[in-house]
């Protein structure tokens, strides 16, 4: 399965004027990258892959739509999936890209 285009779509949209900005496929998605660092993707299993503050990860898995990340049989710290019944909304939506945008913002540029 390939990436949802009009996911990919409405993120670009929310993410446009960020500066820093960039898109880059990986993991199978379309990553939306600022200063390189991937903030937040359209993923190929549909909905969002998406990088958070790791001492956030308890906490937005709280929330309804979400799951670990996993990769090699094991959850990343600071990375999570929201199924796409998270991001019909687009405020729902923006939100989600914000906070991938913003934890990107506080890396450093690679």
Do not use: C
Request: glycine share 12%.
């Amino acid at each position: 399965m390939t990436y949802d285009e009009q996911l990919a779509a409405r993120l670009r949209e929310i993410l446009t004027g960020e500066p820093g900005l960039s898109e880059r496929k990986m993991f199978g998605g379309l990553a939306f990258l600022v200063h390189g660092n991937m903030a937040v993707a359209a993923s190929r299993e549909g909905g969002l892959l998406l990088r958070a503050d790791p001492e956030r990860t308890e906490e937005l898995l709280g929330e309804p739509h979400t799951s670990p990340f996993v990769m090699r049989d094991r959850e990343m710290r600071g990375w999570l999936r929201v199924e796409p019944g998270g991001v019909t909304d687009d405020d729902a939506l923006e939100r989600w890209a914000e906070i991938g945008a913003g934890y990107a913002r506080t890396l450093p540029p690679k």
